[in-house]
């Protein structure tokens, strides 16, 4: 969806005045806190994938329109009742295989650890950024290793 049918959208409920006019009673929605779908930001992630598995350096699903979704990784679990403040955080995701090596699924099943990431750097600074929206009530079930690290800077 463009930002201009978002912004009518939001006008049409209510969540925000037209320019110039105020809405009544309403609260005004920042544009970086607008929440987007699941499928909407799959698809904007997609444009940032490089093809490339960032642990294994395997090539992943990014050109095929059916899985693609397989190889976008979520550093902070999606699953309901975890972190749904942070679930389509630009910076919620790595890219990993999904066929070959399966470094996505080995990832979400817990046999490759955080830190056993070739890219756990990255994953380092995209929690980082992340950490502030996160919901105080969900702090509790951010990973040890994560926690420490941001507790420590």
């Keep these: 969806m463009s930002d201009f049918l978002r912004y009518r959208q939001q006008v049409a409920q209510g969540l925000i005045a037209k320019e110039g006019k105020k809405a009544p009673g309403r609260k005004v929605i920042e544009p970086e806190t607008v929440i987007i779908t699941l499928d909407e930001w799959f698809l904007q992630r997609r444009k940032e994938m490089t093809g490339k598995c960032l642990h294994c350096g395997g090539r992943t699903c990014r050109d095929d329109n059916m899985y693609f979704k397989h190889s ?50 990255l994953v380092i600074e995209k929690f980082i950024r992340m950490y502030p929206k996160i919901a105080s009530k969900e702090r509790r079930n951010i990973p040890d290793v994560l926690l420490q690290y941001v507790q420590t800077n």
């Excluded at 749904?84 to 070959?100: K, Q, R």
């Design 72 to 121: 976008i990784a979520h550093i902070l679990p999606k699953r309901p009742g975890m972190f749904p403040s942070v679930m389509t955080h630009p910076d919620n995701w790595i890219e990993l295989c999904f066929w070959g090596n399966n470094c996505h699924g080995n990832y979400d099943g817990g046999v490759l650890d955080l830190m056993q990431l070739n890219c756990f750097d």
